[in-house]
């Protein structure tokens, strides 16, 4: 019983892991996504890639939330970078044995005026 409890855990531990679940930081819920462009006040900051999902995503996960963990750590990168709105293109979903098992979106981080000048007249995505 014990053999098998010690190969067990350490099995569970490995498909837990391999999924990746971005939780959203303090600083990263800051970030505005869009996919509007935005003010030319705003000054671009760098490149910006999420990913959600890993080898065990598919079945056990949603397109949904793969989606959100990747969304969530595209604005986390971009608040690392000082990024105030992250203008993103579409989710990219990677598929293995015919289930979704990864999202990927990429995007520019901007940083933006604060006072809400930068968010004049761009629509946010909330529906990512």
């Not at 890639?49 to 990168?77: C, H, P, Q, W």
Request: hydrophobic fraction near 35%; aromatic fraction near 4%.
């Amino acid at each position: 019983m014990r053999t098998k409890l010690a190969l067990l855990i350490p099995l569970a531990a490995l498909i837990l892991g391999g999924c990746s679940t971005a939780s959203l930081t303090a600083e990263g819920a800051k970030v505005a996504p869009t996919r509007d462009p935005l003010p030319e006040s705003c000054k671009n900051v760098g490149l910006v890639t999420g990913k959600g999902g890993g080898t065990f995503g598919g079945s056990l996960v949603s397109n949904e939330d793969l989606i959100e963990y990747a969304m969530n750590d595209l604005r986390n990168k971009t608040a690392e970078l000082g990024g105030t709105h992250v203008r993103h293109d579409p989710p990219q979903l990677g598929s293995g044995d015919g289930d979704t098992t990864t999202v990927t979106i990429t995007g520019t981080a901007y940083r933006c005026p604060p006072s809400g000048q930068a968010a004049s007249g761009v629509q946010l995505i909330q529906n990512y």
